[in-house]
């Protein structure tokens, strides 16, 4: 995975968002969400297009997940704010096998094979024509 953000021009309309692990947590930082969607989930959820979203999923068992996020954007809120859901699941499966699992080592592979082509199309519109 990726430990930096890639360019802005690249950013798709969900933003751009790298991830890495911290113990059982996944956390997942994303930049660059566009301004003109910045109500987010409820009309009461604000994140402006210049905000840093950082999003953490950690198991709790079988059945629960718990999802936290943090706002950061200090031209709009005087400090981070933060909110927290419990996620229980009503299926017969576990809700662990929804999170990518530590060691998939595919998965580097294929975003390496997405920013590749993204690369590819990026330099074919700007490089001159013959």
Request: proline share 9%; charged share 20%; hydrophobic share 40%.
């Amino acid at each position: 995975m990726a430990s930096t953000h890639g360019p802005r021009a690249l950013y798709s309309r969900l933003g751009d968002s790298i991830a890495h692990w911290e113990d059982d947590a996944l956390v997942i930082e994303t930049v660059g969400l566009p301004d003109a969607d910045r109500r987010r989930a409820f009309p009461q959820l604000l994140v402006p297009g210049g905000a840093t979203v950082i999003e953490r999923l950690t198991p709790i068992s079988d059945a629960k997940s718990l999802y936290q996020f943090t706002v950061i954007d200090p031209k709009t809120y005087a400090a981070p704010w933060l909110g927290e859901i419990l996620v229980v699941s009503d299926q017969t499966a576990p809700l662990r096998v929804l999170l990518p699992p530590r060691g998939n080592y595919s998965l580097p592979n294929i975003l390496s094979g997405a920013r590749h082509d993204e690369a590819t199309a990026k330099a074919a519109l700007v490089a001159p024509a013959t």
